[in-house]
């Protein structure tokens, strides 16, 4: 019983459960029955951190249009402001310029990678759902039409039996 097998192994990868039962009805009962599909989005929320909710915060600022226009509008005004009225503040090179940048540049990227990193989590989490419902659903199709080929192969027999008499 090859097949009983298999399917043994592949309910234990999928409910990570160490099953006994011999059975295929009831291994496939237990299948069908135990629910594999989770909300990540749901999961997710329930574990969220205030580290979390932050980075995502960032990201979602940092990352639109409004951001960047500002962001634009404020260099640019930084730029006037010191070549025409403010000379002495941070004369052309604008070093002091510079230096906001490049921090603003050290801290906004790993905070976004840090939300990045949350999201592939995330798609991880749901392929892994979608590859146990598609295995469940796999397993289930297969048991059916074993079914239909009983059911089939009785009904041909029933058939032979009334065609004798």
């Known amino acids: 019983m090859e097949k009983n097998i298999t399917k043994k192994e592949i309910v234990n990868m999928l409910l990570?459960?160490?099953?006994?039962?011999?059975?295929?009805?009831?291994?496939?009962d237990l299948l069908i029955e135990q629910p594999i599909a989770i909300d990540v989005d749901k999961q997710d929320r329930e574990n969220i951190k205030l580290g979390d909710k932050v980075a995502d915060k960032l990201t979602s600022i940092a990352g639109s249009w409004k951001f960047i226009i500002s962001f634009c509008i404020f260099l640019i005004g930084w730029i006037i402001l010191n070549l025409f009225f403010v000379k002495n503040l941070d004369p052309y090179p604008f070093i002091l310029l510079n230096l906001l940048l490049s921090?603003?540049?050290?801290?906004?990227?790993?905070?976004?990678?840090?939300?990045?990193n949350r999201e592939a989590k995330k798609d991880s989490l749901r392929s892994s759902n979608d590859y146990k419902t598609d295995l469940k659903s796999e397993l289930i199709l297969e048991e059916?039409?074993?079914?239909?080929?009983?059911?089939?192969?009785?009904?041909?027999?029933?058939?032979?039996?009334?065609?004798?008499?």
């Open 16 to 28: 990570n459960k160490d099953l006994e039962i011999e059975d295929e009805e009831e291994l496939l």
């Open 103 to 116: 921090c603003l540049a050290s801290l906004q990227a790993p905070i976004i990678m840090m939300s990045q």
């Open 144 to 165: 059916l039409h074993d079914k239909m080929d009983k059911i089939l192969l009785n009904q041909n027999k029933i058939l032979k039996e009334l065609e004798k008499k």
